[in-house]
């Protein structure tokens, strides 16, 4: 089975802090992904990777960056926090072609205070 | 732009048929899909269908696409309890991309 994994489910930021949330998938996918979710908009993309260090803007970009260093992993950076940033965060990943099915993981409830 | 479009919430009694509808912009869409969303899960895909294809039809869940009107409808045929969730419609956009509907939330009465 194909398996997404996020560091935490649950995590409280202050105001300006540096936040890192940490993707890993096991699949070898060459895609990977970060959504923001919200009530009543849906799945927004916030940055996207084809491959190791390859790295697309989404729609809604303003505020984050990535990395990916390794393919199996895809990082989400909060440089500084703030409160428009509390949300449901969700990494997914996918092979290239095919069906483009995505694989998500389970979802990090960001809460900036 | 690319937009696809659903209601956000839905009622039904369990054991009635459950159908959820939604609207899509992209004409060249290849893949249509519709995925599932648990209470403090991430999303799992239920079903997708093939932009050549009218229907397809998995167990309890019946997916038909209407290219004309572009409106993607899946229905749940004897929903249970376990059905409570949010279905996101999405249409495969470009270079691997996926643009996902706002959710509906699928509710079921006694």
């Known amino acids: 089975d194909v398996k997404v994994t996020q560091s935490s489910r649950y995590l409280v930021k202050r105001t300006g802090e540096k936040v890192f949330l940490e993707c890993v998938q096991d699949m070898d996918h060459e895609n990977m992904f970060w959504y923001r979710q919200d009530p009543g908009l849906g799945l927004r993309l916030i940055y996207f990777s084809y491959d190791v260090k390859m790295k697309e803007k989404g729609d809604i970009p303003e505020g984050y960056s990535v990395s990916r260093e390794k393919k199996e992993r895809f990082s989400l950076i909060l440089e500084s926090a703030s409160t428009n940033q509390t949300s449901m965060y969700l990494c997914?990943?996918?092979?290239?072609?095919?069906?483009?099915?995505?694989?998500f993981g389970p979802g990090t409830r960001l809460t900036v205070l | 732009g690319e937009d696809v479009e659903q209601s956000l919430f839905l009622s039904v009694r369990e054991g009635d048929s459950s159908v959820i509808n939604c609207t899509y912009t992209d004409s060249s869409s290849t893949y249509l899909y519709w995925y599932k969303q648990e209470p403090g899960a991430g999303l799992q895909l239920l079903t997708y269908i093939f932009s050549n294809m009218d229907m397809k039809q998995d167990q309890r869940l019946t997916v038909l696409l209407n290219k004309k009107d572009k409106h993607l409808s899946l229905r749940i045929a004897d929903t249970q309890t376990g059905d409570s969730a949010i279905y996101f419609c999405?249409?495969?956009?470009?270079?691997?991309?996926?643009?996902f509907g706002s959710g509906t939330r699928l509710s079921i009465r006694p």
């Open positions: 997914a990943s996918s092979f290239r072609g095919v069906s483009n099915e995505q694989f």
């Open positions: 999405a249409e495969y956009s470009s270079a691997s991309k996926i643009i």
